[in-house]
Nanobody, 120 residues
Framework: QVQLVESGGGLVQPGESLNVSCEARGSRFSILTMGWYRQAPGKQRELVAEVISTGTINYAESVKGRFTLSRDYAKNMVFLQMNSLKPEDTAVYYC??????????????WGQGTQVTVTS
């Protein structure tokens, strides 16, 4: 069983920075994609950024140039550095993992979510 442990988030003013991190804990699995989604009140959950197994990182257009996703392969962690935050970045941020088990079954996991609030 793989579990996701999120940390970070909080309350900041517009223009400030924040980071969130996520660790995938478990054994005998291989990561296909790992990253962050967000969901604002009344809106659908959307991709923020994710890294795929090739190392390619995909970003939502709305965060390009402001957010940076990085991965620690040894620790099965991803880190999302969020700079120049805007009020519209306010949402619950969810870590997402898609992986293969040791018997090649495809699985997915969501973190519990962490609140990011940007307000003056």
């Amino acid at each position: 069983q793989v579990q996701l442990v999120e940390s970070g988030g909080g309350l900041v003013q517009p223009g400030e920075s924040l980071n969130v991190s996520c660790e995938a804990r478990g054994s005998r699995f291989s990561i296909l994609t790992m990253g962050w989604y967000r969901q604002a009140p009344g809106k659908q959950r959307e991709l923020v950024a994710e890294v795929i197994s090739t190392g390619t990182i995909n970003y939502a257009e709305s965060v390009k140039g402001r957010f940076t996703l990085s991965r620690d392969y040894a620790k099965n962690m991803v880190f999302l550095q969020m700079n120049s935050l805007k009020p519209e970045d306010t949402a619950v941020y969810y870590c997402n993992l898609r992986y293969n088990t040791d018997n090649n079954a495809l699985r997915a996991r969501w973190g519990q979510g962490t609140q990011v609030t940007v307000t003056s």
